[in-house]
């Protein structure tokens, strides 16, 4: 009963191996190495946000000596600092398309990019407003903060979010993983690390950058955050024990609540139907479906038994909480925020069953559920779906899936074709079933 999303041909995973230490160095230690007081300390690294940040000034404040530098075409830079200067250091640069700040803290010598993943990052490492924290950095605190545990957790946190609207998992480091950057001259330049940046460009449409930002900087514990563009999931096992609908060993049985959208943004007073998706187990009928609905905030709005939810007028973040009756003890959250200045709409996808068992040979009838753009029509409902192995059967475009001959797990991939960054995995477990 999982569903996973790709990115490319990687599938989704977390990371588990603890990361290169930023600059190109490594460290499994729980603090990092902070270079003494030498001469020649070099950083370079490149700006970009999918394309390169050409010209910009990349100022930076380190310890001991603070200074500017300029990116060049590709978006590459180098500061090469002062005798007498010591790391740790933070990086800012602008990107003129849109005015936004990017930022990355260095404690090694060596690369450090700066782009809309090394922002997030900092955000999260350092719980705050880069911005600001620039305007006065405390370099004790980066320090403190900035270790190779805290830094894997942090990253570790962040391809979660985004999990639901790209895989991050082939980079393996946010901040110094070598960047080549696509250029106006050179468009198609960019290595699989830009191609990444591309795709979050689109997923986070609807200016949903600095909520995420707000979000990474304010939000604890981890298991708060919120998976943007993919449906909340929670699945009970036996004994109260929980797990996510993205975890292993999952069975068809097994009590389970989803909502849809899991995350979105909305204007002040506007409305929004969630959906919640339930499974029940076999012979139990309902004559309607056992769902509470909830707001977590006293001033988060309202939602009614339909699972209608009215905005509150105040801008802020809020939570929509869908809870089983018949298990009480299994409930899932989404998240809204509620913006002045964003469009209400983020794009979704979810799909009626994440695990599917089949017969050799048999027809079976697969379905997916989008939102779609506000004053925007379409002929048909813009999901294509295939098949991932060559000898994992046949689907055509309305979702009917012929199950191959040979027993075995196959996978069939549903994505949007408006939003081809946003698609989900069903699992198709072909046998015949038990006697």
Not at 7 to 20: D, N, R, V
Not at 307 to 313: L, N, R
Not at 382 to 402: F, H, K, Q, R
Request: hydrophobic share 40%; proline share 7%; charged share 15%.
């Amino acid at each position: 009963m999982k569903a996973r999303h790709i990115f490319l041909t990687g599938s989704l995973c977390l990371m588990t191996s603890l990361l290169a230490a930023c600059g190109g160095g490594s460290s499994t230690a729980s603090n990092p190495v902070v270079t003494p007081q030498v001469a020649g300390l070099s950083l370079r690294g490149t700006a970009a946000t999918g394309k390169a940040i050409a010209d910009s000034a990349v100022n930076y404040k380190c310890r001991t000596g603070t200074g500017a530098t300029r990116t060049a075409a590709d978006g590459s830079f180098e500061i090469n600092l002062p005798a007498g200067s010591a790391l740790p250091c933070i990086l800012e640069t602008s990107n003129p398309a849109n005015g936004k700040k990017l930022h990355a803290l260095a404690v090694n010598t060596g690369v450090i990019n700066l782009t809309p993943l090394t922002e997030m990052l900092s955000t999260r490492l350092m719980r705050t407003d880069m911005a600001a924290f620039f305007t006065n950095p405390d370099l004790d605190a980066v320090t403190k903060t900035f270790t190779s545990a805290n830094v894997t957790a942090a990253q570790t946190e962040i391809r979660n979010v985004l999990s639901g609207l790209l895989d991050t998992s082939t980079l393996s480091d946010f901040y110094s993983t070598p960047l080549k950057a696509a250029t106006s001259a050179n468009p198609a330049s960019g290595d699989a690390q830009d191609k990444i940046l591309d795709t979050l460009n689109l997923a986070l449409a609807a200016n949903l950058y600095d909520p995420l930002l707000t979000m990474l900087a304010k939000t604890n514990p981890p298991a708060s955050l919120p998976v943007f563009g993919r449906a909340g999931c929670l699945i009970q096992l036996a004994d109260k024990q929980f797990i996510s609908c993205s975890g292993p060993n999952l069975w068809e049985n097994a009590p389970r609540i989803d909502i849809t959208p899991g995350a979105l943004i909305m204007t002040p007073g506007s409305k929004r139907v969630f959906a919640a998706l339930l499974n029940y187990s076999p012979f139990v009928d309902y004559m309607r479906d056992p769902v509470t609905w909830q707001v977590v905030e006293a001033d988060g709005g309202a939602i009614n038994n339909f699972g209608e939810y009215t905005a509150p007028s105040k801008p802020g973040t809020y939570h929509v909480k869908a809870g089983r009756e018949d298990y009480p003890l299994l409930s899932v959250t989404a998240l809204v925020v509620v913006d002045n200045s964003t469009p209400d709409f983020v794009p979704t996808l979810s799909v009626d069953r994440h695990v599917v068992n089949v017969m050799p040979g048999a027809t079976i009838n697969l379905q997916a559920s989008i939102n779609y753009p506000p004053n925007i029509n379409y002929i048909r409902q813009p999901v294509t779906w295939s098949v991932i192995e060559a000898d994992g059967g046949s689907i055509n475009l309305s979702g009917s899936y012929v199950a191959p001959t040979k027993i075995g797990t196959y996978h069939v991939k549903v994505q949007r074709d408006d939003f081809p960054s946003i698609y989900l995995i069903v699992d198709i477990l072909v046998n015949y079933p038990p006697d």
